[in-house]
């Protein structure tokens, strides 16, 4: 089976096989991961291996804090306006996306939101250039989602938003290229894409943003609060914290991120090639600058063939190719842990696919 | 390892072996569980099997709802008031332990909250009797904690609050007896006792609570949108899940929640005989009518004596004897999955303790 789900998807084949061979005896300790308790010295041991892991992975400096939390990204769309705007305040939204589009209007629930990018606001097959964002002078901080999973755009900039604090979705492209963390003030990804199995958002979070304990919000909202507990408020999501861990030694193994976005960038250069190649039997409405290298949506000439596209790759053991319930046609998920191998497999069936059919 | 933790705590081992011999090959579907699609026809079923299972299990009636959120109960303490009760109204609490106290605390900051058994209140040796409770005539609901896991308090009845909806924290004794759900409005547990692994809350909720759709709250809060969305506003915890139904299966192997229940008070009748018999070497605070059958919290002489017989606990192979951080001491928790074997080996341990110390 090669799974191109946009998530949760593939993971590491090494990384579920340790999964399953620990599954009854973590760490000799005689008992599973899914029977350790929060509050022992293992699991604090545990947490702490994985942040450190990840900040060397990453290379995360020491004044940021890493956080493992529930709710995934969608809760984090209510709970960065709550924690750092007032009913009066204003923020700012790029919005290119199903995602980024979502997170601005669950924040208009509780501030002012001006969308930055309003000359092409609505056009979700661009990333907007750095000229298109206008920034409100009173901002409390600027968000944006940096790959739309959906819409298949990738940010290839790190966005200047001069002194505001600069918040990003990282959900579906989080571990796959080296980033400067210290352009942010906040990265979050939801787990279910390249980190482990779903449950889980993980809160990379610049301590100075730490200072607003609001405690009229829900307290398991409040990340000053859920800082200041390592990540247990209240019980943590073990499991994918431990499976995370896994796949961060894993990515280690590989060479570390440099060596992810090589193959990142090979995956995506022969999907796309193939795509490009196709005479125009597969289609992508994207532009080619702002292609995103995770996840590519594409289309067929109509839903029928679409059907039977996705329908005979199930057959041929490609799952995961259907598009988003909310926009329909194909797409193709490239997560770190699809081998070369499963997208020159798929390629080979997309050609063979489009000759037979233009030859029908 | 006789693992007596409070949660995560002991889960069934025929459940452990299921998920690890499935781990990579999920029904022969090609693909870990960890891999599988949210919005795959697959784990729509998976859901809907789940859910059938514990509506046989417990037997509850067609006009509830079953939810698997995220967020754990904690994030259950703002839920509720954000979704029943507006700024002015009233609700009310029954407070008789750490949990409930911070359930109500919480909603403190939504709401008016009263104190129903304000006579007792910081009493958290006992649960308030019937009489006790003083329900506000305008009250939007009544929250009460069935078992107080910390303090080891457990309601040995269902309060009758008139025609107020009845809403329990069930986290620590859910799946342990029958219940009439018919009594409550909703029922909310933790996933990590009795139900899974962590992070997960398990929802049962009566229809027609879910009227009040408030667009002011955070999305993944709306308990409407959620159940709309069957679980699904955004990829669910999709493992724990999975273990849940494993678990629930297991359950109706081993007889039903009737079996569990007669186990459960032979579990508890041995180890609160062990401790009443000790001549005062175990001692413990709550009042007899009011003991938990789940969490034992008992003490030693001192926390020298306590600090040993952890220690020594341990060696033996008996872990997670020590008491919540909050309150110290020791505590031993007697889930579903906790055999009679280990609980008859530790009462053994503990004789052949306080013998020792004695003589010593």
């Known amino acids: 089976m090669y799974n191109f789900s946009p998530g949760p998807g593939v993971l590491f084949h090494d990384v579920l096989e340790y999964v399953q061979m620990e599954m009854l005896n973590w760490k000799n300790s005689g008992i599973s991961i899914l029977e350790l308790n929060h509050r022992s010295p293992e699991f604090r041991s545990l947490l702490m291996n994985t942040k450190h892991k990840l900040r060397l992975l990453m290379n995360i400096p020491a004044d940021y804090e890493i956080l493992f939390l529930q709710g995934g990204a969608t809760q984090m769309f209510s709970t960065i306006p709550l924690n750092f705007a007032n009913k009066n305040d204003k923020v700012d939204y790029i919005v290119n996306g199903y995602w ?85 003030a906040m990265i979050y990804a939801g787990s279910h894409k390249n980190i482990g199995p779903a449950g889980m958002v993980l809160v990379i979070i610049r301590r100075n943003m730490l200072t607003n304990n609001k405690n009229d919000i829900p307290t398991m ?85 679409e059907h039977e596209f996705i329908e005979q790759a199930k057959v041929q053991g490609f799952i995961g190719l259907n598009g988003h319930h909310s926009v329909g046609h194909c797409r193709v998920s490239l997560y770190n842990a699809m081998t070369m191998d499963g997208v020159v497999k798929l390629c080979n069936f997309m050609v063979e696919f489009s000759t037979y059919r233009v030859l029908c």
């Open 100 to 184: 980024s589009n979502f997170a601005a209007k669950e924040a208009s629930k509780f501030c002012n939101v001006n969308i930055s990018n309003m000359s092409n606001f609505n056009d979700y097959t661009i990333c907007p250039d750095q000229k298109d964002l206008k920034i409100s002078s009173e901002s409390k901080y600027v968000h944006y989602c940096d790959n739309e999973t959906i819409h298949g755009c990738e940010f290839d900039y790190v966005p200047d938003v001069g002194d505001k604090p600069l918040i990003c979705d990282m959900s579906s492209n989080f571990l796959s290229k080296l980033i400067d963390i210290k352009k942010f």
């Open 221 to 305: 909202l409040n990340l000053v609060k859920l800082c200041e507990a390592n990540s247990m408020l209240n019980t943590p999501p073990i499991f994918p914290i431990y499976v995370a861990g896994l796949t961060f030694k894993k990515i280690f193994d590989m060479g570390g991120i440099h060596e992810i976005e090589k193959m990142r960038d090979l995956k995506a250069q022969k999907l796309y090639n193939t795509i490009d190649n196709s005479n125009g039997f597969y289609t992508y409405r994207m532009q080619p600058q702002y292609r995103s290298k995770m996840n590519v949506p594409f289309q067929l000439k109509n839903e029928q063939l």
